[in-house]
């Protein structure tokens, strides 16, 4: 008798400690207090500064992205003249910019747009070096230097706030900027700015649980909706809501505590609102646009696991099988849109007017559908009908891919794939 109740005493204990394991351990996964922005800000007069980082008022976590133009193209130098004036002319291009950013080449006296909009978050940064008011040197994690134009993105530009142990918070303006260096956040970080907000967003694309970054902006729990009731002017802290609902040209915006308010009078509560980001890691992210957005239910709980520095990876190339729609296959490492050629790039696409943005690294497929949309199919199991924009319609530039080595790339114009398959 006394063994069998030995054994249940045991049996007991060891069911006890491994729930208090798991939970432990869940406890420990839903901390985010290593998913901070993080580094050494170095001053043109030799100062630096060590701690927490927030660009501008926005961007704050690993996940955040960091968005510029790309200067040059050199993507172009596997291709001939005659290719070069097939793509620009089938797309409608003239002498001059059309779409798409910044000039690249001139070619027998016609000005082509073959370069693109860079976006990547900021875990994928080692380092970065302003070079004047509007250019910077991007450092990547496997040493790779990328040479970026920042006109027109307030990436470049923006005040970047230190929060140093020892000094407090410092704001320093961009042109006493000369370089940022990232480095992995400690542990035991205490964030200067509050949580992340986690929460769903219910829309007409779908119902989307994440990471929110509201009006394009705010993000974290001090940071403030604005608005106007009938009665006052309000700033509340995003900790204090619980839910904000469209109401047309207005919202309605229930706190914590059940209070709830009409308001109206800015764009983070009217239709002038620059869209619900709900990041989900692993899968990229949406921006919902006002039309397309029913209502965000914040949760003090993280309902994802936010990535940390040390958690991304060296960039990989982009490797695949792309197949043709005379039944060609060709394997090897691939130049998307003549331009994407690492897996931490991004692909754009929207359904209605909610915009997606995909880490090539989560994507399995892309089937061309027709000229304006493109089945993508991602590693989780999702799929997406994407259209309007040139990742996915018949603007893309089409695809290089090495097949035979690293020299002399097969080109592939776009109306001729019919299935890309990722590694």
């Known amino acids: 008798m006394r063994n069998n109740i030995t054994r249940t005493k045991n049996f007991t204990f060891l069911v006890t400690f491994v729930f208090a394991c ?25 100062d630096t500064y060590k701690g927490q980082l927030r660009w501008g008022k926005e961007e704050a976590l690993w996940t955040d992205m960091f968005n510029a133009s790309k200067i040059d193209n050199e993507n172009l130098d596997y291709l001939d003249n005659d290719i070069k004036k097939s793509i620009a002319q089938s797309r409608g291009w003239n002498n001059g910019n059309k779409w798409g950013g910044w000039v690249s080449r ?47 993105y307030n990436d470049v530009g923006s005040k970047i706030r230190v929060y140093d142990p020892e000094i407090g918070k410092i704001e320093l303006d961009w042109s006493d900027v000369e ?49 106007e009731t009938r009665d006052a002017d309000m700033s509340i802290e995003f900790a204090n809501i619980k839910s904000i609902k469209q109401r047309g040209n207005s919202s309605e915006v229930t706190l914590k505590s059940g209070r709830t308010y009409r308001m109206g009078g800015s764009n983070d509560v009217d239709n002038s609102n620059r869209g619900v980001v709900v990041v989900m890691p692993g899968k990229g992210r949406v921006v919902i646009d006002w039309d397309d957005f029913d209502k965000v239910t914040f949760t003090d709980k993280p309902v994802v696991a936010l990535k940390t520095y040390n958690s991304f990876a060296k960039p990989e190339k982009i490797y695949g099988t792309v197949t043709t729609e005379d039944g060609k296959s060709y394997k090897g490492d691939i130049i998307y849109d003549l331009d994407e050629k690492y897996t931490y790039e991004i692909l754009d696409g ?16 892309i089937q ?14 999702e799929k997406y009908e994407l259209e309007d924009s040139q990742d996915v319609n018949e603007k893309n530039t089409g695809i290089l891919v090495f097949d035979k080595g690293p020299e002399n790339p097969v080109y592939i114009f776009w109306e001729d794939v019919k299935q890309i398959e990722f590694k």
């Open 22 to 46: 798991i939970l432990s351990t869940s406890l420990m996964a839903q901390d985010h207090s290593e998913a901070w922005l993080y580094g050494e800000v170095t001053t043109w007069d030799g």
């Open 106 to 152: 001139n070619i027998n006296n016609h000005t082509y747009d073959f370069t693109h909009q860079f976006s990547v978050q900021f875990g994928e940064i080692e380092e970065i070096k302003r070079k004047n008011s509007s250019k910077v040197y991007l450092k990547m994690r496997d040493g790779e230097t990328i040479k970026l134009n920042g006109n027109g």
């Open 179 to 227: 370089n940022v260096r990232f480095l992995a956040t400690p542990k035991d970080l205490k964030s200067e700015i509050g949580d992340p907000l986690f929460g769903k967003v219910e829309s007409w694309t779908g119902t989307y649980e994440g990471y929110i970054i509201w009006d394009k902006d705010e993000r974290v729990g001090t940071d403030k909706l604005d608005g």
């Open 350 to 365: 929207q359904i209605k007017d909610t915009e997606f943005e995909i880490p090539f690294r989560a994507i399995k497929s």
């Open 368 to 381: 061309p559908r027709g000229g304006d949309e493109s089945m993508v199919v991602l590693k989780s199991g």
